[in-house]
């Protein structure tokens, strides 16, 4: 008998384990497609290193990854239509593979960019890397995917490709993709716009140009079929909404607004993916248009007095809709030639980044309108003007033209739009605009008279500067300080700044009317920027002196670019008068470069070489030199010359130190990374070189920023968050300080509650949480954030260290039903560390009044099981007296039985057992263990009656349990040895059901399930 007893012991207890694994769904992989002018491009956006293996036979070719992931397969598929057939996806649960036959002429490249993995299908061999011909095993490194993609279906399942689709249909699939939001930044000015109310529910149109009339000139360049469509996001900005539309590559853009419409084009095709216009046609933007163009048209119908500003951000562009009124950031200069003779007469448009003109259709109207696109945020034309032969549209962006005759001729030319007529063009004179393009340096300048400042040039400087030394030694005193300013003035000239910074600073303190007016400003200004303090430069050329200044604009405009403000810097040196090529050398040089490298941010290639050849041929310094290379690099990539750029950078990143050394070193890393010619591991470790081989300004900073954001992506969490906290603390006052905090912070967040930290030790997850405490949000989403850190740490028993966690919360950030959950959730981790005292505090330190009911049972029954630990079971039993849920049962059960009050403790477990299961099953496991429960408590009341209505009740379904053999000694009719039977009870009231009621709630704690903790957080 005792053996059988301890058989049946054995198989009770190893069966009341619970078994703790869980099945993990594979994660979403996001996949993208780009259209390029040699080849197709594929994009496997892994956020973690993931290994991966490429085997080619022939035309076919197997992809695999050592990961499972989910892809949206119909998107897949559609993409791969225009270069393979017989497409296969398998999504096992160790690793996501592809099969594939590549269609007729195409090859195959493939590599890695930080941690995703690019295919590239070509017709010709494309120039920077050949094809692989063998398998390889590539790692990757991380960075931050594009989009994301469709709920992906389960994985273990295989898909084959379709025909391709007609180019409408996958038009209409690409329309349908999510479009990724992206963050506003602030807003400047263009023109104000009426629009209509907007149309309820129309789908998007396609309009065609009209048969009868059609575009001439140039072939239209055809829409690719099957590639991931243009995003579109709607974004917040501070006047109202934008859309933002999300291009990878530098394009030229158009925007303006005609009768109740507001025109969109690009000078690129491509196809638009208008999900997130579509969920706002009601409110934003009205009916969606597509005008069929060689370039991509889109018009939309927002509400009446809507206004747009037009900005950039990187390649993507911003049209921003607005309430209030808005001229054109860049109004565009509009001038006549020869007015007076039509036959040679024509109309200039200064307009910088004017490339291509696109032609196109108002499907109202019918007429044809003429539209110049260009790279320059914000230049439009601010007028409306209507002339015999054609009418000059009002723009937020680009020009626009509606012609009456069709002699008239509008193309781009230059920097600009020239309108002309083979007829002969009738208009009458208009001022002339200044130029600010062809004649660099015609204009000299109004504030530094260079010329009489180095009084008998370079070959007397000695002469001279001993001479107006002598000259402030000998004078008397009230003109000391007249003598000290013409020195000054003499050593500017030569640009010895650092010298005339100290005596314009003695003058001003001795005389500062002197040194008050505009031209000594300008003077000290331009010497503190060239002196390399920025700061000063800032107050110094915001003095009201140099408000009206056009010449100073130029300064600012290259102040703003050392700043990193690049968009300012545009609009500052885009309105103003070169008159840099007036000034001698160091100053001319210096500012050249910034001027060359505005226009080409600003994507004017034309204008950026003329001024670099310019510089080239002034005799430039060593560190002048170094940085033209740099520029060139970046003039080159502008152009579309990747190796030559790549060439370039490599260069000066080997010469001696300076900042362009600094600069090019980044860019390089930047252009090998996306080629996939430089891992992550590799890109860091120049990163951390570069980062102690040159230190103090933007460029500094700028290298944290990229080190860290790696690390970070790379999941090195600690020295990525001490990498840019480094770049915070350095530079305090930085313009792009404040967002690299808000970065910081959404890192922080995307740890905590986006899972990232659950790949690191509870102990690691902690000591990262609290060095980094500062970042963590306020608000509900710290306290959430804090909470599941709580959790991980219950789940490996570090008690106190979550109580720490969750006592900080209770105490000093949360109130009324919020801490009411969180101090139940403390009071739990409390009693599950045995320390009811403090569990029974964390409940009277939480209290708050009108709490979800769910809550407030929860809260008191753990106060009535501390209560029952300190050995007060009738109080704890009052805190259970309205409580009929089982979870009070489970704790009367748990309270009766430790006081040995068996005949309660047997009431309470068979509410708990139940009814029996229908028919001949077996019962459940959970039931049969309150059973066996049951039966102790009544064989040790001496319950025989109870006993008899347990077997009657439950005998044939325990008997197909591994506890059938327990129950049958307990609950026999002649009842087991008194021994035996208290043996049982002794085993079995070690683990119930006082750890029974615990583990319950210890599992929905760890797994945040508590449904009062989610009523109260709601």
Known sequence: MRRLLHAALAVFFAAAVPSLAAAQEAPSLPVRFGVHPTYERMVFDWTQPVEYRVVEKGNSVTLSFDKPARIDEPAVLAGLGRVATGVGIEG?????????????????????????????????????????????????????????????????????????????????????????????????????????????????????????????????????????????????????????????EPVAAAVFGRGQHLWIAFDRPTLLDLSALQARRDDLVGDIDIIESKGTVLRLSPPVGTSTLVRREGTAWIIELGRLPRRPMVPVAVSTRAADNPST??????????????????????????????????????????????????????????????????????????????????????????????????????????????????????????????????????????????????????????????????????????????????????????????????????????????????????????????????????????????????????????????????????????????ITSSQPTPGERAQLAYLRGHLARLQGEDDIAEAIWRKVASGPTSPARAAATLAWIDILIEAGKMGAREAIEELDRLRFGWRGDRYEFLTLRKLGQMQLAAGDYRSGLNTLRQAVTYFPDGKDTRPLVAEMSEAFERLYLGGAADRLSPVAAIGLFEDFRELAPSGAKGDEMTRRLADRLVAVDLLDRAADLLENLVKHRQAGAPRAATGARLALVRLLGRNPNAALEALKTSEAADLPPALARERQRLAARALADLGRPQDALARLVDDQDADADLLRADIYWRAQDWPQAAAALGRLAGDPPAGAAPAPDNQARQIIHMAVALALAGDEAGLGRLRERFGAPMDETPFKDVFRVLASERGGPVADVRQIANRVAATAPFQSFLANYRQRLAAGAKSGEQRAGS
């Not at 993709?177 to 129309?202: E, H, I, N, R, V």
């Not at 009209?210 to 006047?239: E, F, H, M, Q, S």
């Open 92 to 248: 096992a649960a160790t690793q996501l593979s592809l099969t594939m036959a590549l269609t007729d002429g195409v090859r195959l490249r493939h590599f890695r960019a930080g941690t995703k993995v690019v295919l590239d299908f070509s017709r010709a061999a494309t120039p920077d890397k050949p094809p692989v011909d063998k398998p390889t095993t590539e790692k990757t490194a991380a960075e931050k995917p594009v989009a994301k993609p469709a709920e992906p279906k389960p994985a273990a399942t295989k898909a084959t490709m379709p025909p391709p689709p007609p180019p409408a249909a996958t038009e209409k699939m690409a329309a349908a993709a999510p479009a990724a939001p992206s963050p506003s930044t602030p807003s400047l000015s263009t023109p104000s716009m009426p629009a209509a109310a907007a149309s309820p529910t129309a789908p998007p149109t396609v309009i065609p140009a009209a048969a009868n009339n059609p575009p001439p000139a140039a072939n239209p360049v055809k829409k690719p079929d099957g590639i991931a469509a243009l995003p579109i996001a709607v974004i917040r900005t501070g006047d109202g909404f934008g859309l933002r539309f999300g291009w990878k």
């Open 345 to 614: 007469a024509r109309m200039f448009l200064e307009l910088p980044g004017a490339q291509s003109l696109l032609q196109f259709r108002d499907p109202d109207i019918g007429d044809l309108l003429f539209v110049v696109p260009t790279a320059v945020e914000g230049a439009g034309v601010a007028e409306n003007r209507s002339l015999p032969q054609f009418h000059l549209l009002p723009s937020a962006q680009g020009v626009v033209v509606r012609k009456y005759d069709d002699s008239v001729d509008v193309r781009p030319v230059g920097n600009g739009v020239e309108i002309s007529s083979g007829r002969g063009l009738f208009m009458s004179a208009l001022p002339d605009a200044p130029t600010r393009t062809t004649a660099l340096g015609r204009e000299r300048s109004r504030l530094f008279d260079f010329a009489a400042w180095r009084r008998n040039g370079p070959e007397k400087f000695t002469e001279d500067r001993q001479a107006l030394h002598r000259a402030v030694a000998a004078a008397a005193d009230q003109e000391r300080n007249r003598a000290r300013l013409d020195l000054a003035r003499f050593l500017f000239a030569y640009g010895h700044v650092v010298d005339t910074l100290v005596l314009l600073r003695m003058i001003e303190q001795e005389d500062a009317p002197m040194v008050a007016t505009g031209p000594a400003r300008a003077m000290r200004a331009v010497s503190a920027f060239m002196a390399g303090d920025l700061a000063e430069a800032t107050r110094l050329f915001d003095d009201k002196s140099l408000e009206k200044q056009p010449e100073i604009d130029l300064w600012r405009g290259a102040l703003a670019l050392a700043e990193g403000d690049e968009k300012t810097a545009i609009v500052l040196i885009s309105r103003n008068s070169d008159v840099s090529e007036s000034y001698p050398a160091p100053f001319a040089n210096r500012l050249g470069l910034a001027i060359a490298e505005a226009w080409i941010i600003a994507g004017d290639a034309a204008r950026a070489s003329a001024r670099l050849d310019i």
